[in-house]
């Protein structure tokens, strides 16, 4: 039989590995396939029914919706884009009650992050050392002033799944 532990990391481990492509396709293209948040949204369940942490789930489903009608306003006002809308909703189920708060500032912290380098003049130096280096996608993201927010939502989704990881809520 699987220990209860080893069956946590071969859900989370996916849960870390979307998030990761996610963040990867937002920098390459500004574009979050559906495909990705769909598979998270459906290992959601596997967590719910064979994780060691048992969550709130019907809690997490209405922070969940509320994330979902708070981007989709931010959606409708043109500030978001759709992939990190659904992202961020499906991330938000996942951090439920216990870590929404720490997943909605790590999200915070690290789109201000990226904002800072994307104003900064330490986004030319990056984008040349990429270009160098032969990441054209990368390159030209770092010389636009659009922000591939899905960074963002990515790095708070890892701080959720880090602490789902370590057993804490």
Known sequence: MFNAPFIDYLILSPFLGLLMLAALYDVADYRIPNVISIALAALYPLFVLFGTVQPAWGTALIIAAAVFAAGLGLFAAGLMGGGDVK??????????????????????????????????????LLAHTVASMGGSAINQTLSGAVLPYGVAIAAGGAYVGVMLISGAG
């Open 87 to 124: 992202l961020m909703t499906v991330v938000a189920l996942w951090a439920g009650p216990v870590h929404i708060v720490g997943f909605l500032m790590v999200t915070a912290l690290a789109g201000g992050l990226l904002a800072l380098i994307i104003i900064s003049p330490l986004r030319s």
